[in-house]
Nanobody, 124 residues
C-alpha cells in the first residue's frame, strides 16, 4: 500500500496560481500512475489530471486543460499539479491518488491509494 500526502493548497484570488505537491511513500512507488481529483461541496469527486509511471503522457479534464499541468519530480516519489489562471469554480478539496494501471478515461475507482486532501479556495 502506498501513502500519499498532499500539500500546497490555500486561498488565492481568481487569475492566480497555486502548485500542489503529492509525496508518496511505500513500496514500488515507481510502478504507479498518479492522478489528481477534486471534490467540491455537494458534488461528486471528479478527475483533474493524471500521469503514467513513465511520465511520457498526461491527461486532463476538459475544464482544466491549458491551465493545469501535472508533472513528476526527479525522485519519482513526488507529483505536482501546477494550477494557473484559477477560477472560483476550481474551489474544491484536491486529492492525490495512485493506480497500478493506466486506463484512461479515469474514474476514482481506478485508483487504489488516496491522500487526505488539500483545500483550494479561489475567491472572485
Amino acid at each position: 500500500q502506498m501513502q500519499l500526502v498532499e500539500s500546497g493548497g490555500g486561498l488565492v484570488q481568481a487569475g492566480g496560481s497555486l502548485r500542489l505537491s503529492c509525496a508518496a511513500s511505500g513500496r514500488n512507488i515507481g510502478n504507479y500512475a498518479r492522478g489528481w481529483f477534486r471534490q467540491a461541496p455537494g458534488k461528486e469527486r471528479e478527475f483533474v489530471a493524471a500521469i503514467p509511471r513513465s511520465g511520457a503522457d498526461t491527461r486532463y479534464a476538459e475544464s482544466v486543460k491549458g491551465r493545469f499541468t501535472i508533472s513528476r519530480g526527479n525522485a519519482q516519489n513526488t507529483v505536482y499539479l501546477q494550477m494557473n489562471s484559477l477560477k472560483p469554480e476550481d474551489t474544491a478539496v484536491y486529492y492525490c491518488a495512485a493506480a497500478l494501471r493506466w486506463f484512461p478515461p479515469f474514474s476514482p475507482g481506478d485508483f487504489t491509494s488516496w491522500g487526505q486532501g488539500t483545500q483550494v479556495t479561489v475567491s472572485s
